[in-house]
Nanobody, 122 residues
Framework: QVQLVESGGGVVQPGGSLRLSCAASGSIFSINTMGWYRQAAGNQRELVAEIGGGGGTNIADDAKGRFTISRDNVKNTVTLQMNSLKPEDTAVYYC????????????????WGQGTQVTVSS
């Protein structure tokens, strides 16, 4: 069974930085796309940033210039470096992996992490 475990969330002051990390574990052959979504209280879950297997990225407009995403295809990890954080960034951040192929099934599946809380407040 594939699991995604997030870390790095916490409380930070406006203008501060956080680095979120996500590690995918299990009998994984490959992962197509890894990314981060967030869901603020009362809102729908939205894409923050994603990165394909070849390194191509897609970043939400309000995160461009502040957030960067990277991945390690050997360790099956993805990180989100968040700088210049704003109170509006407060949300639960979820790691996502799409197009995951395992050694056992050789079938493509998608997975979500449990989420990590990011709170930006003075």
């Amino acid at each position: 069974q594939v699991q995604l475990v997030e870390s790095g969330g916490g409380v930070v002051q406006p203008g501060g930085s956080l680095r979120l990390s996500c590690a995918a574990s299990g009998s994984i052959f490959s992962i197509n796309t890894m990314g981060w979504y967030r869901q603020a209280a009362g809102n729908q879950r939205e894409l923050v940033a994603e990165i394909g297997g070849g390194g191509g990225t897609n970043i939400a407009d309000d995160a461009k210039g502040r957030f960067t995403i990277s991945r390690d295809n050997v360790k099956n990890t993805v990180t989100l470096q968040m700088n210049s954080l704003k109170p509006e960034d407060t949300a639960v951040y979820y790691c996502n992996a799409r197009g995951v192929i395992t050694w056992a099934t050789w079938a493509s599946s998608d997975y979500w992490g449990q989420g990590t809380q990011v709170t930006v407040s003075s």
